[in-house]
T-cell receptor, first 110, second 114 residues
Framework: QKEVEQNSGPLSVPEGAIASLNCTYS??????FFWYRQYSGKSPELIMS????GDKEDGRFTAQLNKASQYVSLLIRDSQPSDSATYLC??????????FGTGTSLTVIP | DGGITQSPKYLFRKEGQNVTLSCEQN?????MYWYRQDPGQGLRLIYY???????QKGDIAEGYSVSREKKESFPLTVTSAQKNPTAFYLC?????????????FGDGTRLSIL
């Protein structure tokens, strides 16, 4: 079982819709969770961090964490074509090791 | 501005040649990492270092070597033993262990075989 799993997609949504990206992790004791955005040919950039159960909002982005289900998600409201990218989920586990998912490719259709 | 600088942006390797990728950070971070990313693939950890003069192998260390003589610098050497080196190489850093803080990435080096 992989430490972090994401659906690879591709996920396509129309402009203005909500994009929902999901991630599960295997180490139940993990405490820190991150979402990165990676445009084609570029390096990943951090867009959200979440540490506690529940929702964390930052502009059009909402990260959701459910530790009991070992599940973390990223919602993008009012999706824009500029949101088209690959989104990487990362988890810092109990051994202080970072693990990245393989990423979900998102395309926002104008 | 604080950040992570990788150089060069593009690098070409000849058969049998070792090449070194530079990674420098001025964020005062203790931990540094090297990843390899192949087209359409996720990140694979090559080496990481939590402190100066110490480093550990990641999942795909064969054919690579690193050093950590200074806190700011974590160069990666791709040796001739790495038979398929063509990839996008990413250097990252974080504050360090036990801080629960994210990694931040440089802009990457794209390595190709001549």
């Amino acid at each position: 079982q992989k430490e972090v799993e994401q659906n690879s997609g591709p996920l396509s949504v129309p402009e203005g819709a909500i994009a929902s990206l999901n991630c599960t992790y295997s180490d139940r004791g993990s405490q820190s969770f991150f979402w990165y955005r990676q445009y084609s040919g570029k390096s990943p950039e951090l867009i959200m961090s979440i540490y506690s159960n529940g929702d964390k909002e930052d502009g059009r982005f909402t990260a959701q964490l459910n530790k009991a289900s070992q599940y973390v998600s990223l919602l993008i409201r009012d999706s824009q074509p500029s949101d088209s990218a690959t989104y990487l989920c990362a988890v810092l586990n109990t051994g202080n090791q970072f693990y990245f998912g393989t990423g979900t490719s998102l395309t926002v259709i104008p | 501005d604080g950040g992570i600088t990788q150089s060069p942006k593009y690098l070409f390797r000849k058969e049998g040649q070792n090449v070194t990728l530079s990674c420098e950070q001025n964020l005062n971070h203790d931990a540094m990492y090297w990843y390899r990313q192949d087209p359409g693939q996720g990140l694979r950890l090559i080496y990481y270092s939590q402190i100066v003069n110490d480093f550990q192998k990641g999942d795909i260390a064969e054919g690579y070597s690193v050093s950590r003589e200074k806190k700011e610098s974590f160069p990666l050497t791709v040796t001739s033993a790495q038979k398929n080196p063509t990839a996008f190489y990413l250097c990252a850093s974080s504050i360090g262990q036990f801080w629960n803080q994210p990694q931040h990435f440089g802009d990457g080096t794209r390595l190709s075989i001549l």
